[in-house]
C-alpha cells in the first residue's frame, strides 16, 4: 500500500488552488510511492475518518484533538503543521499514539518579523487615522496626528525565540533600544543582537512598543492582562503578532477605552474568526488583521515547502528537520 498523505482543504483559495502556489507540490514526487490528495471537505477539526484514511495530514487551521486519534483504526503516522504554532494539536495524545507532528519555525520568522514591522510602523505614524482625514477632506486635521518617532525609542518584545531574534534584526536600522522579556533565553543570545533580557514588568513599563511573540502554552495563556496593561506607559502601544488567548481580551479592550495605552495592532484574537461584535473592530486607535497580515507569495511557499518535505522525509524514513515531539520520532 501507497503513503497517502491528505491536505486538508482549507489551503485552498477561492478558485480552488493551493494558496502557498503549486511550485511546493514539487517536493512530493520525490518518493513516487507517496499518493496524495485534497480532503473532500475543509473541517474546524480533523474527524477519525480522515485519520483512518491517511498515513499523513497535512493541516492549517483544523484541529487536531485526542478524539482525532482515539479509535482502534488511526491510521495517521505524522501530522505537519502549516506554519510554527501548534496550540490547535493535542500534542500529548498524538505523542501517546506514537504519532509525529512537525512544524515549520524557519519559513515563518523573516515574515511575521517584517508583518510586524508593518504594525508597528503603521502605529506609530498613524497611518490609519491620516488616510481616514485624506479621504474625508479634513486635510488640515493633520496638524492634530502627529506620529511618534522611533530613534531612542524602546522596543519591547515578549518571546526570544525565533520570530523575537527575527524581530531584532530587522529592527535593528531603526536606532531603537530593545528589550526582551523571555525565561529560556540567553543573556549572550540576546547581547549578540543589541539587545538586553529584562523581566516582563521592566519590559512593559519601558517599552514604547510592547510585541508579543512567544508560544501559547499553559505557561502563556493569559500573560498579558489587566495587572500587565497597568504598567504600560499611556503612549505605548501594543502589538500581537502571536496567538490571541495570549492576551486577556477583555483587559485590553478596557486599557485602550480608559486610554491607559495609546493603540494596539492585532492580527490575531481570543476568538478567530474574530465576532463581528467584537468592540478592537470599532476602535479607532486599533488596527487589525486577519491572522493573516505575513501572508505572502514568498512566505506560504517557503512553509509549504518546508511542510512538505517533512512528510516526504517521513514516508522515506528520514528523520524529518523540525518535530515537535522528539519521542514520538524515536517510536515510529
Known sequence: MNFKLGIVRDVLNAAGEPSFGTAALEVLKANPALDWEYTAAAVREITPELAARYDALYVNSSRVSAATVAREDCRIRIVARHGIGYDSVDVAALSAKGIVLTNTPLAIRRPVAVATLTLLFALAGRLFAKDRITRAGRWTDRNDL???????????????????????????????????????????????????????????????????????????????????????????????????????????????????????????????????????????????????????????????????????????????????????????
Open 146 to 332: 502627529m506620529g511618534t518617532g522611533l530613534i531612542g525609542r524602546t522596543l519591547g518584545i515578549v518571546g526570544g525565540g525565533g520570530i523575537g531574534q527575527e524581530l531584532l534584526r530587522v529592527s535593528a536600522p531603526f536606532g531603537m533600544r530593545r528589550l526582551v522579556a523571555d525565561p529560556y533565553a540567553s543573556d549572550e543570545s540576546m547581547r549578540s543582537l543589541d539587545a538586553a533580557l529584562a523581566p516582563l514588568e521592566t519590559v512593559l513599563r519601558e517599552a514604547d512598543f510592547v510585541v508579543v511573540a512567544c508560544l501559547l502554552n499553559d505557561e502563556t495563556r493569559h500573560l498579558i492582562g489587566a495587572p500587565q496593561f497597568a504598567l504600560m506607559k499611556s503612549g505605548a502601544y501594543f502589538i500581537n503578532v502571536a496567538r490571541g488567548p495570549i492576551v486577556d481580551e477583555p483587559a485590553l479592550i478596557e486599557a485602550l477605552r480608559a486610554g491607559k495605552i495609546a493603540g494596539a495592532g492585532l492580527d490575531v484574537f481570543e476568538q478567530e474568526p474574530v465576532d463581528p461584535a467584537n468592540p478592537l473592530l470599532a476602535m479607532d486607535n486599533v488596527i487589525v488583521t486577519p491572522h493573516a497580515l505575513c501572508w505572502t507569495d514568498e512566505c506560504f511557499h517557503a512553509i509549504a515547502s518546508s511542510g512538505l518535505q517533512s512528510v516526504v522525509d517521513f514516508s522515506l524514513g528520514r528523520r524529518p528537520a523540525h518535530i515537535v515531539n522528539p519521542q514520538a520520532w524515536a517510536r515510529a
